[in-house]
Structure formats: C-alpha cells, structure tokens
C-alpha cells in the first residue's frame, strides 16, 4: 500500500489468506488509494485494463525493455511462492525484474518507478 501511494496508484487488489491491509502502510495510502481483497486475483481487473504479471520464469520480458501499458494491472506472486501458472497464462505481458531476490514491496515500488520514469504513468501532484 506504501508504494502504491507513494507513486498514485489507482487501485490496489489483492487475494489470498495473509493479506493485511495497512500492516505496513505508515503513510496511510488506504485513505487515498480503494483497496479491494478478492477470491481470485483476476476478477478485479478493471474494464479495459491490461494485466502484467511481474514473475520470474523463463517466457518473462526483461522489465528494462518491457513498455507499459496506459491502464496496466500488475500482479505480483507472493514472497514465498509464485504467480499461478493458469494466471500467467491469461495474461498477455509477464515481466521480470533482473535481481537475485526482493520483497513484493521492492518489487512493487521498482516497477512503478520504472513506469513513472518511462513516461507512461502520471505521478500525482504534491499537495
């Protein structure tokens, strides 16, 4: 959630059993950023929005050369596991981040600086 308000996400969702909501949000991105938690990470894919599985497996576009798309929503696997493969498989981009291992908040704040810094994502404006 940190990362998400950190760079002005437009929604977050999760799925799963250990999802906690503001365990770690010291900035309180809750207040500005929905957060939604569903059965099934795919049933909240907004209309028109193209999922991006962030994943490390061997048909992953290296996250350097990978361009984003404008209404993008990117899924990301668990610390301790991976994103499941029938979810990789609906999905039209899977990108890889190039480093040994990190966090799913590292990952998360690596890929939308990444996307801000490419010029296809709009930070919001300091208040």
């Known amino acids: ?8 996400a ?3 969702v999760a799925s799963g059993r250990r999802c906690k909501p503001g365990a770690t949000d010291t900035g309180n991105a809750y207040r500005q950023v929905p957060f939604l938690h569903l059965a099934h990470i795919l049933d909240g894919v ?11 497996c061997s048909q992953a576009t290296s996250l ?11 899924i990301f696997g668990p610390e301790d596991g991976a994103v499941l493969p029938q979810v990789i498989a609906t999905c039209r981009h899977v990108v890889k ?4 291992s990190l966090n799913l908040a590292a990952c998360v704040s690596i890929v939308l600086y990444d996307r801000q810094q490419k010029g296809s994502y ?3 404006s300091a208040s």
Do not use: Q
């Open 1 to 8: 959630m940190r990362a998400a308000g950190a760079f002005g």
């Open 10 to 12: 437009d929604l977050v």
């Open 122 to 124: 709009h930070a919001p």
């Open 97 to 100: 981040i190039n480093a040994a």
């Open 46 to 56: 907004p209309f028109r929005a193209t999922p991006v599985v962030i994943e490390r």
């Open 64 to 74: 350097e050369s990978f361009i984003h798309p404008d209404r993008a929503y990117y």
